[in-house]
């Protein structure tokens, strides 16, 4: 059966683009026509312009389009939205706000107090993959996905969350707020080693974990959290297996890889651009010694 029947609102989510339109008209108009109201601002470079659509398309793509729909039929789907809203978006969002933004930002007096804490390395670590790990506790994810208001708050934290725990890895504020070195690179194995008992829970269940991808009522509850009940009760649906010819468990299972797959590569990469920076910065620090050395050595002379 095709999704289509669910109609447009529910596929595309035209709200959301306008959501996503306007804090991008509002990115832009504070930091490049009101750059000059902020203290020590620098221009907007291309690069981070272009991050920031990145981030807001991929945005767009993970929980306005019709993958976002499909989160809610497919297990597959809903990890593969969860593994690019948290591993992928945060960081493209934190490089791409300029640092001075940021600045003003968390230098709020309700959110000095909450992100100064949170963004502690080693707490931003156990809350973000504590929060994670909770949610798909069975009971709790089915709980969680058929109360919308309870959804979307716990989406809201958790998004939050992994700012918090991306941000000692990525951030480029002056002051140095973060990890360097080979600390990055235990933070990076860490946050690997403490998402994979979620991840583990999936892949080797033997039997469906969640009421919400296996059992009709449940489904149809937790279908409201994009379709429109208006909409569910004018059709004759029995459950998510009228779309996908993948038993429940198989997609589970295939749910779990996606996660664990797209954490790796994500992680790799992190890793590997945190290795390159760490030897540049070895190579400029022995260069600086050898010149220094140099010019002891000529005075002496």
Known sequence: MPISIFGFPALWSPYFIVVLSGITVLYFWITIGRRQQFQDSEPLTKRQGLLFIAAIVTLYAV????LDLMGHIMMTYH?????????VVPPLLIKAVPWWLWRTVIGLP??????????????????????FSF????????????????????????????????????????EGRGLDGLKKV??????????????????FASAPLYATYSDGTAWLKAMELCVPSSTLSGLQLSGPELFSSMAVVEDQKTGGIVMKIIQEIVYGVVLAQVFFEWVRKEEKEADQLTEAALARHHKTM
């Open 63 to 66: 929980k306005g389009s019709p």
């Open 79 to 87: 990890m593969l939205q969860m593994a690019v809203l948290y591993l």
């Open 110 to 131: 309700v959110v000095k107090t909450i992100f100064s804490f949170s963004a502690r390395p080693l707490l931003a670590l156990v809350l973000f993959n504590g929060m």
């Open 135 to 174: 949610y798909h506790i069975p009971l709790i994810f089915d709980f969680i996905k058929m109360n919308e208001m309870l959804h979307s708050l716990y989406t809201v934290v958790l998004f939050f969350l992994a700012i918090c725990m991306w941000w000692p890895l990525v951030n480029e504020q002056p």
């Open 186 to 203: 235990g933070y990076i194995f860490a946050n690997g080693i403490l998402l994979t008992p979620a991840c583990a829970l999936i892949i």
